[in-house]
């Protein structure tokens, strides 16, 4: 990723953390950016996930730990990055993780943000924000947590409100192979529905899977632009 090693242009060696890595693919990013003799760790408090990256990544040097961000067991300024990547709207008090990052960063390391957001966007990329709207409320009501896409502006609030010097904000597309396993995600959305089907929201919900599908067919559907936010401590 060409955007993410300008970015961490003049970033020493040293210890890497990617927190709420999820299977591991932000933190391999990070890997393939970093300087000769850094380690990069992934951490997530879900088990199934890390069990899931260390074996796809495991042989790449990758290190995955079961933790909580909000409660880290790394001591004060511990790490040259400290990143977070599209995890932030599944924390319910991001705060506590954004003070946990600052806490394990060494002073002159770069703190990274990187989340899409929902408005500014053409037809396909809003049937992508509809599809995670609506898969947000299924985790919810799940038992989980996830809020709705944040608007740009949102997400460069968040971030200029934390003690950082420096800071870059760079909008960017993926890849179109994250748009593949989007439709793939498309269409199972109505199936997936069904796991709330004992629960008074089922029609509702069946009905906006549906319509979001159908929208799918007209105007495909397109990985919502993300922002990229960079500072150093």
């Given amino acids: 990723m060409?955007?993410?090693?300008?970015?961490?242009?003049g970033v020493r060696p040293g210890k890497v953390l990617d927190v709420g890595t999820r299977l591991g693919e932000f933190a391999f990013r990070l890997a393939a950016v970093m300087p000769k003799d850094s380690t990069?760790?992934?951490?997530?408090?879900?088990?199934?996930?890390?069990?899931?990256?260390?074996e796809k990544f495991a042989e790449r040097g990758l290190r995955f730990e079961l933790m909580d961000g909000a409660a880290m067991d790394y001591p004060d300024e511990t790490f040259e990055v400290v990143a977070i990547s599209n995890t932030l709207h599944h924390i319910e008090h991001y705060d506590k993780?954004?003070?946990?990052?600052?806490?394990?960063?060494?002073?002159?390391?770069?703190?990274?943000?990187?989340?899409?957001?929902?408005?500014?966007?053409?037809?396909?990329?809003?049937?992508?924000?509809?599809q995670h709207t609506l898969e947000a409320k299924l985790d919810c009501l799940l038992g989980g947590y996830q809020r709705q896409t944040w608007k740009r502006e949102e997400i460069v609030e968040i971030f200029r409100s934390l003690p950082?010097?420096?800071?870059?904000?760079?909008?960017?597309?993926e890849e179109a192979e994250y748009d593949a396993k989007l439709s793939v995600k498309n269409r199972?959305?109505?199936d997936e529905v069904e796991k709330i089907s004992a629960l008074p929201e089922y029609a509702a919900l069946k009905q906006e899977a549906l319509d979001i599908q159908a929208r799918c067919r007209t105007d495909g559907i397109r990985r919502c632009?993300?922002?990229?936010?960079v500072g150093r401590k």
């Fill in 97 to 130: 993780v954004l003070a946990e990052m600052l806490r394990v960063l060494k002073p002159g390391g770069f703190f990274i943000l990187n989340e899409m957001y929902r408005d500014g966007q053409d037809a396909a990329q809003q049937v992508h924000a509809a």
């Fill in 2 to 9: 060409v955007l993410l090693e300008e970015a961490l242009k």
């Fill in 40 to 54: 990069v760790i992934g951490i997530d408090n879900d088990a199934a996930s890390m069990a899931k990256a260390r």
């Fill in 225 to 229: 632009t993300q922002l990229l936010c």
């Fill in 188 to 190: 199972k959305l109505a």
């Fill in 164 to 173: 950082l010097r420096d800071m870059t904000f760079t909008d960017f597309q």
